[in-house]
């Protein structure tokens, strides 16, 4: 048998395998981040991993054969993990306890594999440090990481530990070939070796920390963005340039962060939202409206880039966080009505806008929108939308957002040349606040924005109204050059729609009198500087285009993503800021995907909405009473002082319970929740509006009581309170784990007592057998069997010598025994006829007894209880000795 150096074993599980589990770690610990709906815990599966690797280094330093044990185990884990998956676990879902425990299991044969090769093979660490690279990158891959300081410490350690690994293997096999070993020397080369790797590791990263962060800010300015075509390297700079500082929507905001907006909104054929404009030139003939996010009002001379004015978002939009408004209940702010210098042919319209693709948090309407109503989604549509509500417009009945440069629909022709009448008759501006017309025809000082006023000027020349100027303008970028081709076309190229990326002032006046290519942006910006030199209020809105697509569902639209706009917007005394789109027909963005036949249905029309605290809740007879602190009833609102506030009762026998989006059951209702309850009753349909002399206990006679209820919605449940249910789950969970791990730990424990066992009821068997036999023949087989069984498991190894050469040679000499000519009778009696002599019997008879004495003398009783107890030895003598040969 193999002698084992505990020295060296020593070293090779301090400065091998508790490397290797610590080089683990940061990787099991985004594994378990990959799998954290499974709750799968990193503190877990590095003790696993531990378990596994040490357990299997310190077994197969011996002899002990690799495939068998390898074998048995995986055996016992797919036993175990069978029954896992077949047990119900009483309600707990058995999916992810068997994928939990095949997780574990996972890595806990991953550490054994480590352990048994790190101690065999002795270029197993290239390997596996190829193999943790390569599931590095994948785990990179799939979780998206952008951090590149993240990447570097996923992968980094692994590169260093293949050079230190085998630096220790290396020392490690030098040692086993001295005679004398200073380990206290090996252990200082050690650690000074990994002094210098990681002093390295760190001079590296700070060397190259500037461009690490290079790197990150281009990952971070990269994401999300699309193939924008060729272009030459100072194009692609200036594009670059633009959008860093400040680019689409000036140095202040970012599209992105400000809004929430997807990373994808690009030119494709994503759904983002959609919308019932509930707008008409006349009964059959829509009139839609362009929807708004924001305008750019400020132009920075300095950077050549538009930017939003702070003060300006504050003034003429309003912007909720749609999300945070109660359902049903409606957030207005009618201060941005008085911006919107609307007087004359003013509606109200309203729209129900659908979200999709678009983040929730991002507020849509057409301008200028006042008012938001979150409402619910009818459940066989929520699957395709996420959220939903109802927004109020002030609309000017000349506002329109058709493509209508080339249309031959006579209404929609007879509505222009009505809007192009009304607006000749419009007053100037004289009458204007110099302030407002001096901050909205701002234009800046250079030979470029002179040469755009002297080419708006010939353009205009002649034309008395605003009117008419805007539509020379239009006219101009939509006229054709000397061959009859159109002057001006649609293209991408020379940036993206959806930044909305203005060009600065080198790229416009390139896109204006030379390639007259370009994108909505550079439409809306040339135009807003040509009628700003004219001394027309001009701005750019950014939103989204309206196409008009479908004639089975008047009033419904659909916007894609490729449907991110910019315009302009021009200010007309009394009728307000109107917008009028100079962009050349893009046939990408009107020839969109068809939005399905079927719009939305809305949602049954509410009759009573309730807001306040939750003060009971009776599960059993399905009832609740609310604290009432604002109602709706058939859409008028009636708020309540402090002292008007009534205890309501209601009956939940048919609602439905929302905590947010999520459906609950009524027990998880908490006391002291603020809740929102809806009633379709159309029976409250017939209930009338609240007198003002009235008081509030009177108009709730007309009431019935309780008031009956179909939904009610509370705060979503926030993550600790989920996690505390999740919790729960997992406390049973755990204690399910806990008692299969109690299980298998004493059927280990009762594998490892029998296998410690065994060699001592094996050496009881034949030492029974030897007294009880009275065959010589059945009593030298015995003899012969538990001569060579005592040997190994003392550790006198025959290895391939032939028995009669390790008796002469090993053992006889070693413990002055008989062995030799034993194992000549034990032949005699296999091979040959001839009777044995009185003597050979009597050696025969008494050799059990005499040889175990002489043998075991030679060892402490500890040592021989210690010797016989090995398993490995007891299964190398069960697997390897062919005792009938």
């Not at 880039?305 to 009618?334: A, G, H």
Request: glycine content about 4%; some cysteine; hydrophobic content about 40%.
């Amino acid at each position: 048998m193999k002698h084992i150096d505990y020295k060296e074993l020593t070293l090779g599980l301090l400065f091998l395998i508790l490397p290797t589990i610590l080089i683990m770690y940061p990787l099991l610990g985004f594994l378990s981040e990959y799998y954290s709906l499974l709750f799968v815990n990193k503190h877990i599966l590095i003790g696993v991993f531990a378990a596994g690797i040490i357990t299997a280094y310190l077994l197969h330093k011996t002899k002990i054969r690799f495939l068998i044990i390898f074998g048995l185990l995986l055996l016992v884990i797919n036993l175990i993990y069978s029954s896992i998956s077949a047990s119900s676990f009483n309600e707990f879902d058995a999916y992810y306890v068997a994928n939990r425990f095949k997780i574990n299991t996972s890595i806990f044969v991953f550490g054994w594999f480590s352990g048994f090769a790190i101690s065999k093979w002795r270029y197993y660490l290239i390997v596996f440090s190829i193999l943790l690279t390569t599931i590095s990158v994948i785990l990179i891959s799939d979780m998206e990481m952008s951090n590149v300081k993240d990447m570097i410490w996923l992968i980094a350690p692994t590169v260093l530990y293949l050079f230190y690994g085998l630096y220790v293997k290396e020392l490690l096999k030098t040692i086993r070939n001295q005679k004398k070993t200073n380990y206290l020397m090996v252990v200082l080369r050690i650690f000074l070796f990994s002094l210098i790797a990681l002093f390295l590791f760190w001079a590296t990263i700070q060397l190259l920390d500037t461009k690490i962060n290079h790197i990150q800010n281009e990952i971070t300015q990269g994401q999300g963005e699309d193939e924008e075509g060729d272009s030459d390297d100072e194009e692609d700079k200036e594009k670059k340039d633009s959008k860093d500082d400040g680019g689409s929507s000036g140095a202040k905001f970012n599209l992105d962060d400000y809004l929430g907006l997807r990373d994808r909104l690009s030119v494709s054929d994503e759904l983002l939202f959609c919308a019932n404009i509930d707008n008409f030139i006349n009964e059959s003939t829509p009139n839609p409206q362009y929807i708004t996010l924001y305008h750019l009002n400020q132009y920075n001379p300095t950077l050549e880039q538009f930017e939003i004015d702070p003060d300006s978002i504050v003034r003429d939009l309003f912007l909720p966080n749609p999300t945070k408004i109660p359902q049903y209940f409606s957030q207005q702010n009618d201060s941005v009505l008085i911006y919107d210098k609307m007087e004359r042919a003013i509606k109200e319209v309203k729209s129900t806008i659908y979200i999709a693709g678009l983040s929730p948090e991002v507020f849509v309407a057409p301008s200028t929108a006042y008012a938001c109503q979150p409402i619910s989604i009818e459940e066989e549509f929520k699957k395709d939308y996420k959220f939903a509500y109802n927004v109020y417009s002030e609309v000017s009945e000349l506002n329109s957002a058709y493509f209508v440069y080339n249309t031959t629909e006579r209404s929609i022709v007879n509505y222009q040349e009505r809007r192009y009448r009304t607006l000749r008759t419009a007053k100037n501006y004289d009458d204007e606040d110099d302030r407002f017309m001096e901050y909205y025809t701002e234009v800046p000082d250079g030979d470029l924005y002179n040469k755009i006023g002297q080419l708006a000027d010939s353009l205009t020349e002649g034309d008395q109204t605003t009117i008419d100027k805007i539509l020379s303008i239009r006219n101009y970028f939509l006229s054709e050059d000397e061959n009859g081709e159109p002057l001006y076309t649609y293209t991408l190229t020379p940036g993206k729609p959806t930044d909305p990326n203005i060009p600065n002032a080198s790229m416009l006046g390139e896109f204006i009198f030379n390639t007259h290519e370009g994108y909505c942006t550079y439409y809306a910006t040339s135009s807003l500087f040509m009628l700003r030199s004219l001394g027309i209020p001009t701005r750019v809105a950014v939103g989204f285009m309206t196409v008009d697509r479908s004639h089975k569902t008047p009033g419904w639209y659909w916007f894609y993503a490729d449907q991110a706009h910019a315009w302009t917007q021009v200010y007309i005394p009394e009728y307000g800021w109107l917008d009028f789109d100079m962009t050349v027909s893009n046939s990408d963005a009107e020839e969109a995907p068809q939005p399905d036949g079927t719009p939305p249905t809305p949602p049954t029309k509410e009759t009573y909405v309730g807001k306040g605290l939750i003060t009971v809740v009776d599960t059993i007879g399905k009832s609740m009473q609310v604290r009432v602190d604002k109602m709706i009833v058939n859409d008028n609102g009636i708020s309540l002082d402090s002292t008007d506030v009534i205890d309501m009762k209601f009956d939940v026998n048919q609602a439905k319970v929302f905590a947010g989006e999520q459906a609950i059951s009524l027990a998880n209702v908490k006391l002291g929740d603020t809740a929102v309850m809806v009633s379709f009753d159309y029976k409250l349909g017939r209930i009338r509006p609240k007198y003002k002399s009235e008081t509030i206990e009177d108009y709730m006679t007309l009431f019935p009581d309780p008031i009956t209820i179909m939904e009610v919605h509370v705060p979503k449940i926030e993550e600790d309170k989920l996690n505390e249910a999740n919790e729960e789950e997992q406390d049973s969970a755990i204690k399910t784990l806990t008692d299969w791990s109690i299980y298998i730990l004493a059927a280990i424990l009762l594998l490892l007592f029998i296998l410690v066992l065994s060699p001592l009821c094996y050496y009881w068997w034949l030492s029974k057998k030897a007294k009880n036999n009275t065959s010589v023949v059945e009593l030298s087989q015995v003899n012969y069997k538990n001569a060579h069984f005592v040997l190994n498991q003392m550790g006198v190894q025959r290895g391939h010598l032939t028995p009669m050469v390790y008796a002469r040679d090993i053992v006889d000499p070693k413990f002055g025994t008989h062995f030799e000519a034993f194992v000549k009778i034990y032949q005699k009696l296999k091979y040959s006829e001839d009777e044995l002599t009185d003597d050979e019997v009597t050696l025969v008879q008494g050799f059990h007894s005499d040889f175990n004495q002489k043998v075991l003398s030679k060892y402490t009783k500890s040592q021989q209880f210690i010797n016989f107890i090995k398993p490995n030895k007891w299964i190398h003598y069960m697997l390897n000795l062919n005792l009938k040969k």
